[in-house]
T-cell receptor, first 112, second 112 residues
């Protein structure tokens, strides 16, 4: 099955700086890569996703890049704000047969 | 989404008790999932179902069972609860492969 590695586990940045979270996956057949944000005590919420036929996708301050050859994808957050503080999860799915496999999460801390 | 409803929100039970967590959805999605979340371990797949007659084990199915009573309802049971099943449990739905999961609000289960 799919295996997703995510790092770092904790990331602290100054407000206004950029944050980058990286994930690798094992199944070359994986074709869908979402990112979820989870605030304390709440459910994970989708913030951005990318499919394997696309190399990069942006949505305002958030972007995701995908390198299929290296089997890794990254989340980029620019101009970080206090409300960006949360746990972020990457995930991957191959062929839809076994749901999404999640990374272990990154706790992003925005320092004032 | 309020469209994926989990009950109860919190539950405390004793070792050896049978317990059922329920999930219902109004999104009309065929695919439903149960995930478990533990600190530092991310979201791990317990069981999933692609339609009423389809049940599949996930990564950590031991000690759990499920029932898909209807397209809209997917229940998770712990036949004999043990303390290491203390965790936050999420139900999720999905329209199809390579698409986002939509999570319920979660059930926090404590086994004493």
């Amino acid at each position: 099955g799919e295996n997703v590695e995510q790092h770092p586990s904790t990331l602290s940045v100054q407000e206004g700086d950029s944050a980058v979270i990286k994930c690798t996956y094992s199944d070359s057949a994986s074709n869908y890569f979402p990112w979820y944000k989870q605030e304390l005590g709440k459910r994970p919420q989708l913030i951005i996703d990318i499919r394997s036929n696309v190399g990069e996708k942006k949505d305002q301050r958030i972007a995701v890049t995908l390198n299929k050859t290296a089997k890794h994808f990254s989340l980029h957050i620019t101009e970080t704000q206090p409300e960006d503080s949360a746990v972020y999860f990457c995930a991957a799915t191959g062929g839809g047969a076994d749901g999404l496999t999640f990374g272990k999460g990154t706790h992003l801390i925005i320092q004032p | 989404d309020a469209d994926v409803t989990q009950t109860p929100r919190n539950r405390i039970t004793k070792t050896g008790k049978r317990i059922m967590l329920e999930c219902s959805q109004t999104k009309g999605h065929d695919r439903m999932y149960w995930y478990r979340q533990d600190p530092g371990l991310g979201l791990r797949l317990i069981y999933y179902s692609f339609d009423v007659k389809d049940i599949n084990k996930g990564e950590i199915s031991d000690g759990y069972s499920v029932s898909r009573q209807a397209q809209a309802k997917f229940s998770l049971s712990l036949e004999s609860a043990i303390p290491n099943q203390t965790a936050l449990y999420f139900c999720a739905t999905q329209m199809g492969g390579a698409s986002p999961l939509h999570f319920g609000n979660g059930t926090r289960l404590t086994v004493t």
